[in-house]
């Protein structure tokens, strides 16, 4: 198995493994372009697993300087069950530490307990305290504030 960067070129591949992983979400932020900017910007974090020049395993890492993020770890079910998630994650996590980064969090669907389980033998937590806020944009902020 040969692990890598995850590069553009790699995008096909990607999406389609993950619109056939069951529990990972999808939407326009998963474009080719803003994968490319994320790609970018995160240089050196995001990893694919190859096999015979096959995608079988992907994790999207980065950070804002303060903390990190990881997205879209999908394994192929042929190579399920045999540790690569679980490396690719600890590369990613090592990926953060080296650059100074304290913690990392994942998005987790509330009813995707295979990942919960999964990312609690990693090592994370569930941060009960806390809840997800998002908002769309294009909004400005004075259109934000209106009530």
Same mark, same amino acid.
């Given at each position: &198995?040969d692990i890598r960067e995850f590069k553009k ?17 999808? @939407?326009? =932020?998963? @474009? ?8 970018e910007r995160n240089a050196g974090l995001s990893?694919? =697993? ?18 990190? &993020?990881?997205? /879209? ?24 530490? =080296? ?5 990392? /969090? &994942?998005l987790v669907y509330q009813d995707n307990d ?18 997800? &806020? ?5 909004? @400005?902020? =004075? ?5």
């Open positions: &198995m070129s790699d995008y096909d591949a990607a999406y389609a493994l993950w619109t056939a992983t069951a529990g990972l979400g999808l @939407s326009e =932020a998963d @474009s080719r372009e803003n994968i490319g900017l994320f790609l990893l694919v =697993a190859c096999e015979n020049q096959t995608l079988a395993a992907t994790i999207l890492c980065g950070h804002d300087g303060r903390r990190g &993020m990881i997205y /879209h770890l999908a394994v192929a079910p042929a190579h399920q069950r045999q540790g690569l998630g679980k490396l690719l994650a600890t590369r990613a996590l090592d990926g953060l530490s =080296a650059a100074g980064i304290g913690r990392c /969090h &994942m295979d990942a919960r389980l999964f990312w609690q033998k990693v090592g994370a937590y569930r941060r009960m305290e806390l809840a997800l &806020m998002s908002v769309s944009l294009p909004l @400005s902020v =004075a259109e934000a504030a209106e009530p």
